[in-house]
């Protein structure tokens, strides 16, 4: 059973940056996509950014540029570096996990997605 535990979240100014991190166990697959996504308070949940096992990123437009996702395979640790951070980056960051056939870019359609964290907030103040 995969499981992902998020952490990092806080409050931050805008402009400011914060690095959530998500902790993954319970998976063997050697080609796996990971992502982050949000949801803010009555609005839609968000795919922000994809990794592939093999190092493919994916982004989404409003995020390009100032965040940045990595992970540490040895310690099978996800993270992403948020910078210049705007009052709408504001909502709850879920972590996701899938196995895929595939070598090409992650989705960002959550509905693709089998196995979620729990969620870490993040908060930007203007």
């Known amino acids: 059973q995969v499981q992902l535990v998020e952490s990092g979240g806080g409050s931050v100014q805008a402009g400011g940056s914060l690095r959530v991190s998500c902790a993954a166990s319970?998976?063997?697959?050697?080609?796996?996509?990971m992502a982050w996504f949000r949801q803010a308070p009555g609005k839609e949940r968000e795919g922000v950014a994809t990794?592939?096992?093999?190092?493919?990123?994916n982004y989404a437009d409003s995020v390009k540029g100032r965040f940045t996702i990595s992970q540490d395979n040895a310690e099978k640790i996800l993270y992403l570096q948020m910078s210049s951070l705007k009052p709408e980056d504001s909502a709850m960051y879920y972590c996701?996990?899938?196995?895929?056939?595939?070598?090409?870019?992650?989705?960002?359609?959550?509905?693709?997605?089998?196995?979620w964290g729990q969620g870490t907030q993040v908060t930007v103040s203007s």
């Open positions: 996701a996990y899938r196995a895929t056939s595939t070598f090409w870019t992650c989705s960002l359609d959550g509905a693709r997605y089998d196995y």
């Open positions: 319970g998976y063997t697959d050697t080609r796996y996509c």
């Open positions: 990794i592939h096992s093999n190092g493919i990123t």
